[in-house]
C-alpha cells in the first residue's frame, strides 16, 4: 500500500514538473515570438525610412541637376553678352577712328 503512495506520489510529482516544464516552453516560446515580431516592426520601420531617404536622396540630386543646367545657361549667356558687348565696343571705336580720320581729310583739304 505505501509503495504504491509513493509511486502515485512519484508520478504526481513527475507530471507536475512535466506541466512546469511545458509552461516554461510555452512562457520561452511566446517571449521569442513577441521579440521576433518587435525584430521585425523595427526592420520595417527601418526600411521605410532608407527608402524615403533615397526618395530624397534622388530628389535632391535631380534638383542639383538642373541647378547645374541652369547655371551652365546662364554662363552661357553672360559669355555671348560679354562677346557681343566687346564687339560692340570694338565697332564703336572704329566707327571713331573712322569718323576722326574723315575730319582730318576734311581739315586737311
Known sequence: ???AEDLKAQLEALQKEQQEQSMDRDRH???VE???KADESVKSQLQDQLVEKERQIEA????????????????EQSEEKDRQLAAAEEAKIKAEEEFKSELEEQSAE
Do not use: G, I, V
Open 1 to 3: 500500500q505505501k509503495d
Open 29 to 31: 516560446f511566446a517571449e
Open 60 to 75: 535632391a540630386e535631380a534638383k542639383m541637376k538642373r541647378e547645374e543646367k541652369l547655371n551652365s545657361e546662364l554662363q
Open 34 to 36: 513577441a521579440k521576433t
